[in-house]
């Protein structure tokens, strides 16, 4: 079992800037590719980016703006988010699965409880 703790959340204004963690435990968080996603209310849960130790890939409406990091050494991955838009508003989540990087949220097996990120002027 793996457990996820996001953290970082809040309200900001537009062109703001946020950074969230999720604190991992339980297994060796190496061995695991790391995802942020996100749900707005009334819509299904949107791909953000997702790293491995070989790389990132990112949401088109991401790129330029969002950057996925991890520290294996802390078990934590961070969402650095800058120049936020009233539609990144939504509750982030991060998810981990064994194996590549994935961009559905199906192929995820861990999730963490979410952090809501509210983006306003």
């Known amino acids: 079992q793996v457990q996820l703790v996001e953290s970082g959340g809040g309200l900001v204004q537009i062109g703001g800037s946020l950074r969230l963690s999720c604190a991992a435990s339980?297994?060796?968080?190496?061995?695991?590719?790391m995802a942020w996603f996100r749900q707005a209310p009334g819509k299904e849960r949107a791909f953000v980016g997702a790293?491995?130790?070989?790389?990132?890939t990112y949401a088109d409406s991401v790129k330029g703006r969002f950057t996925i990091s991890r520290d294996n050494a802390n078990d934590t991955m961070y969402l650095q988010m800058n120049n936020l838009k009233p539609e990144d508003t939504a509750i982030y989540l991060c998810?981990?699965?064994?194996?590549?990087?994935?961009?559905?949220?199906?192929?995820?097996?861990?999730w963490g409880q979410g952090t809501q990120v509210t983006v306003s002027s």
């Open positions: 790293i491995t130790g070989n790389g990132v």
């Open positions: 339980g297994r060796t968080f190496s061995n695991y590719a």
């Open positions: 998810a981990a699965r064994l194996g590549g990087r994935s961009t559905s949220y199906s192929f995820y097996g861990y």
